[in-house]
């Protein structure tokens, strides 16, 4: 079973507050991906990380910000949350297999509504 | 862009019989992987390809990888109720060496006991 931790697992806030949420895992992972996830819906990257340092913003569109200070800890932040922040964010990790990065391992996930 | 279709969109069974779905792109791939999520829950990989024509087992569930690298087919035999949940689809986006996904709509399985 992989280790990948987000907390908090639900959050419910008023528009306009600032929030991160919180990803950490304890694989050494070094690629580290952020999802958004309308319910029931496909999976869309807003944003990645090839490691300490490096962080690019995915394909979807995310008024989100990112940091990688660590190898463990992929931290995603609001600075003023909206109603149409309201969804699910998955966090991933992937390492080399040998063969490719794709194996990737999902946290629970957070599920934010903004009121 | 690349694109992932899945089908059936949803499906409704009951427990005991076998299952297939299938994921279609709109280009090459050269991996294809099957996650499973569960309600409330992080998908969470089932099975991965890596050769056309590559049939793969986990338990009950098999998948496999199209000769023509554009699809990919996951069967599910004698389903249970625990099999319940959103099965997504998703291959490489752009080089397989990013390790960036994209993700089928995904095929919601649903068990009558």
């Known amino acids: 079973e992989a280790d990948i931790y987000q907390t908090p697992r639900y959050l419910v806030i008023g528009t306009g507050k600032k929030i991160t949420l919180e990803c950490s895992q304890t694989m050494g992972h070094d690629k580290m991906y952020w999802y958004q996830q309308d319910p029931g819906m496909e999976l869309h990257l807003i944003h990645y990380?090839?490691?300490?340092?490096?962080?690019e913003k995915g394909d979807l569109s995310s008024e989100s910000t990112v940091s990688r200070i660590r190898t463990e800890h992929f931290p995603l932040t609001l600075e003023s949350a909206r109603p149409s922040h309201t969804s699910q964010y998955l966090c991933?990790?992937?390492?080399?297999?040998?063969?490719?990065?794709?194996?990737?391992?999902f946290g629970p996930g957070t599920r934010l509504t903004v009121l | 862009g690349q694109q992932l279709n899945q089908s059936p969109q949803s499906m409704f069974i009951q427990e005991g019989e076998d299952v297939s779905m299938n994921c279609t792109s709109s280009?090459?791939?050269?991996?294809w992987l099957w996650y499973k999520q569960e309600p409330g829950e992080g998908p969470v990989l089932l099975i991965a390809l890596y050769k056309a024509g590559e049939l793969t087992s986990n338990g009950r569930l098999t998948a496999q990888f199209g000769i023509t690298r554009k699809d990919s087919f996951l069967n599910i035999s004698a389903s249970i109720p625990s099999d319940v949940g959103i099965y997504f689809c998703?291959?490489?986006?752009?080089?397989?060496?990013?390790?960036?996904?994209?993700f089928g709509q995904g095929t919601t399985l649903q068990v009558k006991p």
């Open positions: 998703a291959g490489p986006h752009g080089s397989s060496n990013t390790g960036k996904l994209i």
């Open positions: 280009s090459i791939f050269n991996t």
């Open positions: 990380s090839y490691g300490v340092n490096s962080t």
């Open positions: 991933a990790s992937s390492v080399w297999t040998g063969l490719t990065y794709n194996e990737q391992f």
